[in-house]
């Protein structure tokens, strides 16, 4: 692995980070309630909670993207980057135009989450070296299925919803902070070990 890749990686760590400041936003600003209102309605406030707002979607859409470039480059896993760096423009998208414009969330492309997690289970399990986390991939999943089946079909209670779409995005984008600092760590790890094995005396 490349000092580029890693670098790559470690910043996606940062995503919860971002999600956090999205999340808890709404604690700051009179009259918003984030138990009862979207995140996405943040955009629809005063000048320095919208851009805010809307500058951490795009944060979090661009590390996405060099995430899935990472994972493209060091494993050659050609629908993780794909469906990665889709999930990535739909960040940006988000923060580029606001909720009443078909383009927030590209035409419903934000669908495509809810095989990211699996997919990047199957092509980078020689990476991460987890049983555990490849279980948690799966289980991602599911949640997602279960969240976009629960949205769809009005299954969530709507006086918290606000509430619910938190719960989302933190399970989405924790789960990219754990993938990338998963894939560092083993890196980490295999270097120390060719160090220690050019270290070695010979005999």
């Not at 000092?3 to 600003?29: E, T």
């Not at 989405?172 to 600092?181: D, E, H, K, N, V």
Request: one cysteine or more; aromatic letters at 18%; charged letters at 10%.
């Amino acid at each position: 692995m490349g000092n580029r890749d890693l670098i790559f990686i470690r910043q996606a760590m940062l995503i919860p980070v971002f999600a956090l400041y999205n999340i808890f936003l709404g604690l700051f600003l009179p009259g918003y309630s984030i138990v009862t209102q979207h995140i996405s309605e943040l955009a629809l406030e005063s000048p320095f909670f919208s851009y805010s707002h809307r500058l951490t979607d795009i944060l979090i859409g661009l590390s996405m993207c060099i995430f899935s470039l990472a994972c493209l480059s060091l494993a050659k896993a050609k629908f993780t980057f794909l469906t990665m760096f889709a999930f990535g423009v739909t960040w940006i998208f988000a923060g580029l135009f606001i909720m009443n414009s078909p383009l927030h969330d590209v035409y419903g492309l934000t669908s495509i989450l809810m095989v990211v997690p699996v997919i990047f289970a199957l092509e980078m399990r020689n990476y991460y070296i987890s049983k555990k986390f490849q279980d948690l991939c799966v289980l991602v999943t599911l949640i997602h299925v279960v969240f976009f089946w629960f949205f769809s079909y009005g299954y969530m209670p709507v006086e918290y919803k606000g509430v619910t779409q938190r719960i989302w995005v933190a399970v989405t984008l924790i789960w990219y902070g754990l993938a990338a600092y998963l894939l560092s760590s083993s890196a980490q790890k295999k270097v120390h070990e060719q160090v220690a094995s050019y270290s070695m005396p010979v005999t």
